[in-house]
């Protein structure tokens, strides 16, 4: 069964570091999102990603934070200049061709540390 | 805007029985998707069940099933048979279908304790 991956499934940086956060959607999804998840809170939406530019993003996402699909497979998430409050897990997520409303499929999540 | 109420912050229920997690949402959306994800300790997130607004019968995925209350604006998963595996934090999410809405907004969650 086709399904999303991330890598890596750790990572810890330093404040003020740039960390590329990677994703592998599932091969014929068109929409592409990131989501992050503060340990022991909810799941919030960051930003969405469609015909290779953004579609939506939140609040959260600020000019620290750029997404990219570089080829035809990856989808990264890059955090300029990381903050302490920038810890949480990164989920990736795609959905498929029908549209934005269709079900959205979750990768296993990037565990950010920023000391 | 969109609001998703998990009543339950935790919940037990006994090996092999039933058990209903609350969920309770407000969209202005006329048309909207209603979802329910599991996360084991792991920490990843799986899609369990889907309801669409305008489905006239409750979404019905194995053991899983939603009860969809579109006028009280209630989408509760109830899980037959649980099994030791069930025990993990599950969230309720709206999608709406408007431009400008189309990602997932989260409930806060409910651990579900399967005892032996």
């Known amino acids: 069964e086709p399904e999303v991956t991330q890598t890596p499934s750790h990572q810890v940086t330093q404040m003020g570091q740039e960390v590329i956060l990677r994703c592998v959607p599932i091969?014929?999804?068109?929409?592409f999102y990131w989501y992050r998840q503060i340990l022991g809170q909810k799941v919030e939406f960051l930003v969405s990603?469609?015909?290779?530019?953004?579609?939506?993003k939140s609040e959260i996402f600020d000019d620290q934070f750029s997404v990219e699909r570089p080829d035809g497979s990856n989808f990264t998430l890059k955090i300029r200049s990381t903050k302490l409050e920038d810890s949480a897990m990164y989920f990736c997520?795609?959905?498929?061709?029908?549209?934005?409303?269709?079900?959205?499929?979750f990768g296993p999540g990037t565990r950010l540390l920023v000391l | 805007a969109q609001k998703i109420t998990q009543t339950q912050p935790g919940m037990f229920v006994q090996e092999k029985e039933a058990v209903t997690l609350d969920c309770t949402y407000d969209?202005?959306?006329?048309?909207?998707?209603l979802f329910w994800y599991k996360q084991p300790s792991s920490g990843e997130m799986i899609f369990l069940i889907y309801?669409?607004?305008?489905?006239?019968q409750n979404a019905t995925e194995g053991r899983y099933s939603l009860n969809f209350q579109k006028a009280r604006k209630s989408a509760n998963l109830v899980i037959s048979a649980s099994q030791l595996g069930d025990s993990a934090m599950y969230f309720c999410?709206?999608?709406?279908?408007?431009?400008?809405?189309?990602?997932?907004?989260f409930g806060t969650g409910t651990r579900l304790t399967v005892i032996p």
């Open positions: 999410a709206t999608l709406g279908y408007q431009p400008g809405a189309n990602n997932l907004f």
């Open positions: 969209t202005s959306d006329p048309s909207y998707g």
């Open positions: 997520a795609s959905s498929g061709s029908s549209g934005p409303q269709e079900t959205q499929y």
């Open positions: 309801q669409g607004s305008y489905d006239q």
């Open positions: 990603f469609y015909n290779n530019e953004i579609s939506e």
């Open positions: 091969s014929n999804h068109l929409y």
